[in-house]
């Protein structure tokens, strides 16, 4: 919202994991009236019970809902890219089978070439290598530390 001046008819994109991060954004992107497009490895899909719930919303607000295995259909025409940790606290021990699974899902600027012109990208962090490239974390689009210090006013 600060960025764009508004979240009304923005599109986001999450690549990655189905997890708690991703079920807020899904709770509650449609009654900020975005749009979502998820991308999850097989296997790694979001809450079926948060599905659901968030069906039904898009459908009261008026929003569009796209789940996919992949993660360049999620991010076409998106004006926000997000991802966060694939490997969650008490998840260490699947790190080897998640690293293989999350194959291709590796945010980089050839996987934003088709998201909107006005593109940005958000992380919650820490931040692996592997979640996105040095070039997207580092570039003017990403707005990690901005977004940091705006958490940190919620603590």
């Not at 009236?33 to 991308?39: F, K, P, S, W």
């Not at 076409?76 to 998840?91: E, K, P």
């Not at 940005?120 to 931040?127: D, V």
């Not at 692996?128 to 006013?153: G, H, I």
């Amino acid at each position: 919202q600060e960025h764009y001046g508004g979240l009304k008819g923005l599109t986001m994109a999450w690549i990655g994991d189905g997890n708690n991060v991703l079920h807020s954004f899904m709770t509650s992107a449609a009654k900020l009236g975005m749009h979502l497009r998820i991308a999850t490895p097989r296997g790694f899909e979001p809450d079926l019970r948060i599905t659901k719930i968030t069906e039904q919303k898009s459908k009261e607000y008026g929003t569009k809902l796209l789940l996919t295995t992949d993660p360049l259909e999620a991010v076409d025409s998106a004006n926000v890219l997000v991802t966060d940790t694939w490997i969650s606290m008490g998840q260490e021990e699947e790190k080897k089978e998640r690293l293989k699974a999350f194959q291709g899902y590796q945010i980089t600027m050839q996987t934003a070439k088709s998201a909107a012109s006005n593109w940005t990208f958000l992380h919650c962090l820490p931040r692996k290598p592997e979640e996105v490239d040095d070039e997207v974390f580092y570039s003017p689009q990403s707005l990690v530390f901005q977004e940091a210090e705006n958490r940190k006013w919620t603590i």
